[in-house]
């Protein structure tokens, strides 16, 4: 699966001092510098390379400063990574190329130039905000059956996990989240009911939602993000 190729690339993107976490707003992975503004470096996985992820990497470089790409490389080394053509063109789309091996070791393939345009910077914004305030690194990119652990999830999560033991004024659950009331009302997941003017409780679904993701219980802040 893509997803074992996430840590490999995570960490050698570490290594060049960058925080990384993996399915933000789209893109596989989103490495941030300690620059202010920060750098923004967006990754994208596949078991191979091939044109879909040429296109992936075309789609998200509007938003960022710097892209790879990185796939398994072929046993026999008879893939793309050992095709001219292909390198050649991630050269001129301003791409680097990451290969990573079976041992999990990563080699670089081609690299990025040192600084692209931002040619899209509300995108570019989302993605830094979404980035910034998710709590740690809950989703391993490559990700794509399971519900992403967006910013706005653990929020909710956080929201659902004061309510279950019962029903509770809005204004207690500000203490933990401060844009409860937000969360409340909007009800996107539909884990929340109102029980009666400003207490609310948690739903069957809410419930569920606390036992499938029982370790996301973290403090947030202000600033509500966007669900989903």
């Known amino acids: 699966m893509e997803t074992a190729l996430y840590l490999p690339v995570k960490r050698f993107l570490e290594e060049l001092g960058f925080t990384v976490k993996g399915e933000v707003g789209g893109c596989d992975l989103v490495g941030l510098s300690a620059d202010d503004p920060p750098i923004v470096v967006i990754g994208e996985l596949k078991l191979a390379f091939n044109l879909e992820l040429i296109l992936q990497a075309v789609d998200r470089a509007p938003a960022g400063d710097e892209v790879w790409i990185a796939a398994k490389m072929s046993a026999r080394g008879k893939g793309r990574e050992s095709d001219a053509r292909y390198r050649n063109l991630c050269r001129r789309l301003g791409f680097g190329m990451l290969g990573v091996t079976d041992r999990g070791q990563v080699e670089v393939l081609v690299k990025p130039p040192t600084a692209a345009p931002r040619r899209e910077p509300k995108v570019r914004s989302r993605l830094v905000a979404e980035h910034q305030r998710r709590q740690g690194d809950p989703v391993p990119g490559g990700s794509t059956r399971a519900p992403i652990m967006t910013a706005y999830r653990q929020q909710a999560l956080a929201c659902a996990s004061e309510l279950a033991t019962g029903p509770r004024p809005v204004r207690e659950l500000r203490v933990r989240c401060p844009d409860a009331g937000k969360i409340l009302l909007n009800n ?40 989903p």
């Open 188 to 227: 996107v997941y539909g884990w929340f009911e109102r029980a009666e003017r400003g207490i609310y409780r948690l739903t069957e679904a809410g419930h569920a939602a606390l036992k499938r993701w029982p370790q996301q219980r973290v403090e947030v802040g202000a600033g509500a993000a966007s669900p």
